[in-house]
Nanobody, 115 residues
Framework: QVQLVESGGGLVQPGGSLRLSCAASGITFNIYTMGWYRQAPGKQRELVASISSLSDTNFADSVKGRFTISRDNGKRSVYLQMNSLKPEDTANYSC?????????WGQGTQVTVSS
C-alpha cells in the first residue's frame, strides 16, 4: 500500500522560501516518477514539478526558475525547494507517485504566502 507523507508547509512572507519533503513507503521508490501537485481553493489541482526515476525534471511555467525538485532514493524521499514565493503560490501541496500511468497522492501540506 502506497503511503506518501508530506511535511514542511507553513506560512511565509512573499519573497520567502520553503522546502517541502515527502517520505514514501510501500513502493519500490527508485522506479517511480515522483511529483508535487498543488490545489488552491476553487481551482483545479495542477502539476507543479515532477522528477523521473532517472532524475529528469519538469516544471510548471509558473514556477520555473523559482522551484526545484530533487529526490533521495536512499531515504525514499522527494523534496520541493520553493524560492521567491508569491501569494499566488498559496495552495495545498501534495506529493505524488506515478508508475505505468497509475498515480497515488499524499494528503498534502498547506503553503500560505502572505504578509
Amino acid at each position: 500500500q502506497v503511503q506518501l507523507v508530506e511535511s514542511g508547509g507553513g506560512l511565509v512572507q512573499p519573497g520567502g522560501s520553503l522546502r517541502l519533503s515527502c517520505a514514501a513507503s510501500g513502493i519500490t521508490f527508485n522506479i517511480y516518477t515522483m511529483g508535487w501537485y498543488r490545489q488552491a481553493p476553487g481551482k483545479q489541482r495542477e502539476l507543479v514539478a515532477s522528477i523521473s526515476s532517472l532524475s529528469d525534471t519538469n516544471f510548471a511555467d509558473s514556477v520555473k526558475g523559482r522551484f526545484t525538485i530533487s529526490r533521495d532514493n536512499g531515504k525514499r524521499s522527494v523534496y520541493l525547494q520553493m524560492n521567491s514565493l508569491k501569494p499566488e503560490d498559496t495552495a495545498n501541496y501534495s506529493c505524488s507517485a506515478t508508475l505505468r500511468g497509475t498515480t497515488s497522492w499524499g494528503q498534502g501540506t498547506q503553503v500560505t504566502v502572505s504578509s
